[in-house]
Every structure is written in structure tokens, then in C-alpha cells.
């Protein structure tokens, strides 16, 4: 078993800590929060051993969990790369593209692994059907959320549309040529609201919308591709995937036929892939120390969560053009 110990005893970390406590693969040697009074209370509630001290911490572990605000991404996965640390780091990977490519250098030159928190990778409508979109020509998503303070600290970008984008690049296999987008401030003093649109070099667009202050909560993406489209539900955890085909010569009854202009005839049927229960902060950890176990490449490596920031902030950056 791999020890692991945890920075940042937020709400987010500490699932992270129960969910390490629980895996078979991981040992959970501790965890660290500047905040004393929130450690010690999370250290007393739940029996994790706490560590004053960050450097204690990571010297006695194998694998560091980053699940710290964004801003101190960086300083924490440098401290624990340099002392030839696996890491494991919440998205936005860091807060800066220079900062997390000083991280990619460190990964080479201590040969360790680093892997971002990308969930949505993990989630199980994705899963079922990632292997089905090939080649999408045009893209839409909605990620929707009411109001949460917790967040708030950054713009809806890196909050919320960083987990559409790098989905997007994860199944889009051609580099951006354009980004054109808005962002509006409404509660937060970053914008809250924002929506972009992503040209691909091979002709594929996307067009993603984000927003922290809507009345309810949507987490749709939708797929469009030759003869197919897949719609993904990640909140409510369910797909749709509609194919075409070429029409039979004879068809049935309650075969779906459409005939475009040029008089060909194509078939519309329905696939139902099935999706598998998991618990994806779970799966997306335990599948790190799978890479580090049997030194292969992490699911979401360190490059592709750069990726994901760069396009981030390039939408960001649209934003006054």
C-alpha cells in the first residue's frame, strides 16, 4: 500500500481523507492544514492524525494529496516533487501556466508522477460513452450551479468551465485555433457568468456556458459528430446516443428513415450503453496509485491538466477583446 497524507481539510479534502482511509490501495498516514482550529476539530471528529508542520508530512509519505486553495497549488507540489513526491492535485492544476510548467519540469527531473483532480473524467455517463464519440465536429455544454461563496475566489472559468474544457480536449485530438468569449461579473468581483466559443484546427467548435449563480444546477455536454449524437447528464449520471445508419432496402414498420436533399436515405437507432455505479473521486485516486504501482501514465497527467489551464485562461483573457 502506497502512504498518502493530505493538504487541506476543506470540504473537498476532507472527502478526500475518508476516501483514502477507506481505499485498500492507500495507507492514510495524515493530513496538514494551515488552519489549526479546522485541523484540529477535523483531527478530533475523525481520528486522522494531524501534522503541524508540511514538511513533517511529507516526509513520511509516498504519495502528497494537494486539495488546497489554488493559489498554494504550486508551492505544495514543488515541496513534495522535490523530495521526490507523487502528487496528486486538484484542478485548476495550478494558478498560473508558468507555475505548473516549472511542475512538468520537476515531474521529468525527480522521475515522479503527478496526476489533476479532472472528476468529470471519471464520472460514469463519460465513461460509457467516451469510446463512442470519435471525431466531434461541434460541442455544447452547460455547466450550471447556484450560489456558493466556496469558490468565489476565482472566476467561473477556473471554478467550473475548466472541467468542460478538459473534457473537450480530452476527446477533441486537434490543437485550438480561436477563442472568442464573455464573462460578467454579478455577485463575485471575477466574472460569475461566462460563455466561450472554441475553434479546433481540424474544424470542430465548442461552444461551453458557465454560471455560479443560476436557480438550479445543470451539468449537460453534448457531442455532434458524423452520423451520431451523444448527450451526457454528468449530475444526473445519464447518456443518450443517437446513431445513422444507411436505410435498409426494405424497412420495418417502426424503422426511423430520413432522406436528405440528395435523396439518400439514413436509419435512426438508439444505443443504450450501459453505466457503471462508482464513486469518482474515489476511482480517479485509486487509479493514480494504479499508474504509480505498475509505472504507467496517470489517467489525467500533469501535461493535459496544463492543457486545460492554458485554454482556461486563454478564455479568460478574451474576455476584454
Partial sequence: MLKVGVLGAGHLGKIHLR??????????????????????????????????NINNLIDAVDVVDIVTPT????????????????????????NTTEEAEELLQLERNHSVKGQVGHVERFNPAFLAVKDTIENPMFIETHRLAEFNP????????????????DVILSVVKSEVKKIDASGVSVISKSPDIANARIQFENGCVAN???????LKNMRKSRFFQRDAYISVDFLEKKVE?????????????????????????????????????????????????????????????????????????????????
Avoid: W
Fill in 241 to 321: 446516443v443517437v446513431k445513422m445508419k444507411d436505410a435498409p432496402e426494405n424497412p420495418g414498420d417502426f424503422d426511423m428513415i430520413l432522406q436528405n436533399a440528395e435523396g439518400e436515405k439514413k436509419q435512426i437507432y438508439f444505443e443504450n450503453p450501459e453505466i457503471i455505479s462508482n464513486n469518482a473521486i474515489l476511482d480517479e485516486l485509486e487509479t493514480f496509485a494504479d499508474a504509480i504501482n505498475n509505472n504507467t501514465e496517470p489517467m489525467v497527467t500533469l501535461k493535459q491538466g496544463t492543457a486545460a489551464l492554458q485554454v482556461a485562461l486563454r478564455v479568460i483573457e478574451a474576455f476584454g477583446k
Fill in 71 to 94: 493559489l498554494s497549488h504550486f508551492d505544495c507540489a514543488k515541496k513534495a516533487m522535490q523530495q521526490k513526491r507523487h502528487v496528486f492535485i486538484e484542478k485548476p492544476v495550478t
Fill in 19 to 52: 476516501l483514502l482511509n477507506q481505499s485498500e490501495k492507500y495507507e492514510l498516514i495524515g493530513f496538514h492544514d494551515p488552519d489549526e482550529i479546522n485541523a484540529k476539530k477535523v483531527s478530533d471528529e475523525f481520528g486522522y492524525t494531524y501534522f503541524d
Fill in 208 to 214: 461551453l456556458t458557465a454560471s455560479r449563480i443560476s
Fill in 150 to 165: 466556496r469558490g468565489t475566489d476565482v472566476p467561473v472559468v477556473l471554478d467550473l468551465m475548466i472541467h468542460d474544457i
